[in-house]
Nanobody
Framework: QVQLVESGGGLVQAGGSLRLSCEAS????????VGWFRQAPGKEREFVVA????????KYEDSVKGRFTIFRNSAKKTVYLQMNSLKPEDTAVYYC?????????????????WGQGTQVTVSS
């Protein structure tokens, strides 16, 4: 079992920045991919970014490339999502998720473990 707890959401003006954290506990994450997804009101959950815990390879969704950065602190078992140049369309509940996989994936069905989500609101 893997438990995930997100933090760091909040309200920010367009153009601002936020850093989300996802702290993992339970199993070692050496064979896992950790991803961030988001869900805006009335929309389906969508992939944002994922990182291989061991190899460090990363996959970004096109709309966040150049603005969002994912990185991890292995000692703290924490994955971070640094979000810069935020736009109103980034407003959503952001979820951290973990998939036991050797390959990066944007398929939410591959992720067995999910955090509770953290709200990000970007005002115009």
């Amino acid at each position: 079992q893997v438990q995930l707890v997100e933090s760091g959401g909040g309200l920010v003006q367009a153009g601002g920045s936020l850093r989300l954290s996802c702290e993992a506990s339970g199993r070692t994450l050496s064979s896992y991919v950790v991803g961030w997804f988001r869900q805006a009101p009335g929309k389906e959950r969508e992939f944002v970014v994922a990182i291989e815990w061991s190899g460090g390879n990363i996959k970004y969704e096109d709309s966040v490339k150049g603005r969002f950065t994912i990185f991890r602190n292995s000692a703290k078992k924490t994955v971070y999502l640094q979000m810069n140049s935020l736009k109103p369309e980034d407003t959503a509940v952001y979820y951290c998720a973990a998939a036991q996989s050797s390959m990066l994936t944007s398929d939410s069905s591959k992720y067995a473990y999910w955090g509770q989500g953290t709200q990000v609101t970007v005002s115009s």
